[in-house]
């Protein structure tokens, strides 16, 4: 099936640990997007990369590194894991045209204790 | 952060009413819009989109968006329980996606 996949879906670690969280996308995108939705539901923009540029949102902090081997895949890197980072962790992919959707991963949630 | 404001809600219609949503963006750049339905525990699906001012339907759903006011609006018609979910207005500015912080919308039948 065509998709953007996550893996894995659940992630329970404790603070001070490093964490990876894994993505592909097989629908041809050019660009893909890390974003991080907190407890209220408020999706925030992560990190935008596509074949030619990686945009950095200036709050996140540096603990967080986005790691692209081609450009079906955006994995995400956290090194020394906060409480504060628990939350769901989507990945999405789109065409870099303003008119292009963006394509959700069915996410991946990260509690950290 | 690009600012995105939506009626925070919870809305609450009866089974067959007609519910609004509102949100407005703060970037007069911002060429294309989104509306994505969020059901608990699940991922943002893509419901509407729209680019040019002016009212699109699909089926039970019409997006209208006034880009003189930095307004983009979604109306479903018929609601039904099935409708119930958080609806989340996205922006794209610069190939940059900013979401709203949702409404939750709740169909009582």
């Known amino acids: 099936d065509t998709a953007v996949s996550q893996t894995p879906k659940y992630l329970v670690t404790q603070m001070g640990n490093d964490k990876s969280i894994k993505c592909e996308q097989n629908?041809?995108?050019?660009?893909m997007y890390w974003y991080k939705q907190d407890s209220k539901k408020f999706l925030k923009i992560m990190f935008s990369?596509?074949?030619?540029?990686?945009?950095i949102n200036e709050t996140v902090p540096n603990r967080f590194s986005p790691k692209s081997p081609d450009k079906a895949h955006l994995n995400l890197h956290i090194n020394s894991l906060e409480l504060g980072d628990s939350a769901v962790y989507f990945c999405?992919?789109?065409?870099?045209?303003?008119?292009?959707?963006?394509?959700f991963g069915n996410g991946t949630r990260l509690t950290v204790t | 952060q690009k600012e995105v404001e939506q009626n925070s809600g919870p809305l609450s219609v009866p089974e067959g009413a007609i519910a609004s949503l509102n949100c407005t963006y703060s970037?007069?750049?911002?060429?294309?819009f989104f509306w994505y339905r969020q059901y608990s525990g699940k991922s943002p699906e893509l419901i509407m989109s729209?680019?040019?001012?002016g009212d699109k339907e699909d089926g039970r759903f019409t997006a209208q968006l006034n880009k003189a006011s930095q307004y983009v609006s979604l109306l479903i018609r018929d609601s039904q329980p099935s409708d119930s979910a958080t609806y989340l207005c996205?922006?794209?500015?610069?190939?940059?996606?900013?979401f709203g912080t949702g409404t939750s919308l709740t169909v009582i039948p």
């Open positions: 990369y596509n074949n030619k540029e990686l945009i």
């Open positions: 999405a992919s789109s065409h870099w045209t303003d008119n292009s959707p963006l394509h």
């Open positions: 970037d007069r750049g911002s060429q294309s």
């Open positions: 996205a922006v794209n500015t610069g190939n940059q996606f900013y």
């Open positions: 629908l041809g995108h050019d660009t």
């Open positions: 729209i680019y040019s001012n």
